[in-house]
């Protein structure tokens, strides 16, 4: 990997904040954007912007060509077995709900929908609003002081009454990677069907959803070097097919009358409406160029960035890592004791370095370990050694100011 010829991709990265370079480690809350995606959208409203699906004319058939092309590439990234198994979404939380909504149809007062600790609100809240709809049970998977999910609980708590378990890939407030093709095994042989949460896992691995045999997978296109309000649900044809609707208007219908609608096939059944055209075009885009540079390279790159963090981070005395999985990703959440997360993050920020602070949407995992929150640095494959000594030098400097 040529590192500076990647950076060189990303326009954003050669400027300044606050009169200092710019260090970037908010990348597990969103990813910055290569020079080849901000082209390819501006490219699209220049020369082929028209509503597709529904027009004859040559403009309309060269943006429908381009959207169903795109799907066609993720469906070949994910390795989904159908194309119409890929459903655009505006992003992951759009695609949970739709299945949450979708299961309001199947389940009934004593069934079980099981959850982990280790998830974001955005996995917990549609959950748990399901359950209040419906009287089905919220139960959580627990985790330990490490961050990782106690397998042991796990299959003493699923049963013939857990319909549904929805876990994260990877947390977003940890960098924990799940053991989830076991867990989704495990759930199988009980009956349950199996969302996974892979917006913080897209980033840094291609999920292989046959092998992984999850019924459900689903992703943000913003984290992946793609435009925001966009995303990704894959979920199984039989599963797809069983789930009703979850939006009614245009193109999500084969006939209208006063009487009767009947709805269109997969994919178009779930996706009511003009969609984001541009931003479903340019999402294959992304994934084009993270091809490119192979997913074997990110993750071998990342992982040293991860390690040589953790070493660097360590040497601050009374600074605590918290999520110390075997297996994780480039996420380092910490604290230094006696000092709070948004204090530090302010005094960084004016030295150029952008890092998340706060309960990053995780807060049951913060009131496991009875912190308000933490400072979260999340480092991607165009990031560097050298802003790693920066982001080191700047807590310490904080460290000196705020004690």
Not at 106 to 124: Q, R, T, Y
Not at 204 to 223: E, I, M, T, W
Request: net charge negative; charged share 20%; glycine share 8%.
């Amino acid at each position: 990997m040529n590192i500076q010829k990647i950076r060189a991709d990303f326009p954003i990265l050669s400027q300044k904040v606050n009169g200092k370079p710019l260090v970037y480690f908010d990348n597990a809350a969103t990813s910055q954007k290569p020079i080849q995606v901000i082209e390819a959208e501006a490219n699209y409203y220049k020369e082929i912007n028209a509503n597709i699906h529904r027009g004859v004319h040559t403009l309309s058939q060269l943006a429908t060509d381009a959207y169903e092309a795109s799907r066609l590439k993720i469906q070949q990234h994910i390795n989904a077995k159908f194309s119409h198994e890929v459903l655009f979404t505006s992003g992951t939380t759009h695609g949970i709900n739709l299945v949450a909504n979708g299961f309001a149809s199947f389940l009934k007062p004593g069934d079980e929908v099981m959850v982990s600790a280790l998830e974001h609100h955005s996995n917990i809240v549609p959950w748990q609003m399901l359950c209040e709809k419906t009287g089905a049970k919220l139960v959580v998977i627990p985790m330990n002081e490490n961050g990782e999910l106690i397998q042991s609980e796990y299959e003493r708590l699923l049963s013939d009454k857990t319909k549904i378990v929805t876990v994260n890939h990877i947390s977003n407030a940890l960098g924990t990677i799940n053991p989830i093709k076991w867990m989704i095994e495990k759930a199988h042989e009980v009956g349950a069907a199996v969302l996974i949460d892979g917006a913080q896992a897209t980033p840094h691995l291609k999920p292989n959803v046959q092998d992984l045999d999850c019924d459900f997978y689903v992703f943000s296109g913003h984290k992946i070097c793609g435009p925001t309000g966009t995303g990704i649900l894959y979920g199984k044809e039989a599963w797809l097919n069983k789930l009703p609707p979850y939006q009614g208007g245009g193109e999500m219908i084969a006939t209208v009358s006063f009487e009767k609608t009947t709805y269109a096939e997969l994919p178009h059944k779930f996706e009511a409406g003009t969609p984001n055209i541009a931003g479903g075009i340019v999402l294959g885009t992304a994934i084009d160029y993270l091809n490119e540079i192979g997913f074997d390279n990110i993750a071998t790159y990342e992982h040293e960035l991860l390690e040589y963090g953790t070493s660097r981070l360590l040497e601050i005395e009374g600074l605590k890592i918290y999520g110390t999985s075997n297996q994780k990703t480039s996420v380092i959440s910490f604290n230094i004791d006696g000092i709070h997360p948004y204090d530090i993050g302010t005094i960084i920020d004016k030295l150029g370095i952008a890092v998340r602070t706060g309960h990053h949407c995780a807060q049951p995992i913060m009131d496991f370990y009875k912190i308000p929150g933490t400072l979260r640095a999340s480092f991607a494959f165009y990031n560097t050694k050298e802003e790693i000594d920066a982001l080191v030098e700047a807590v310490k400097r904080a460290k000196l100011m705020l004690s």
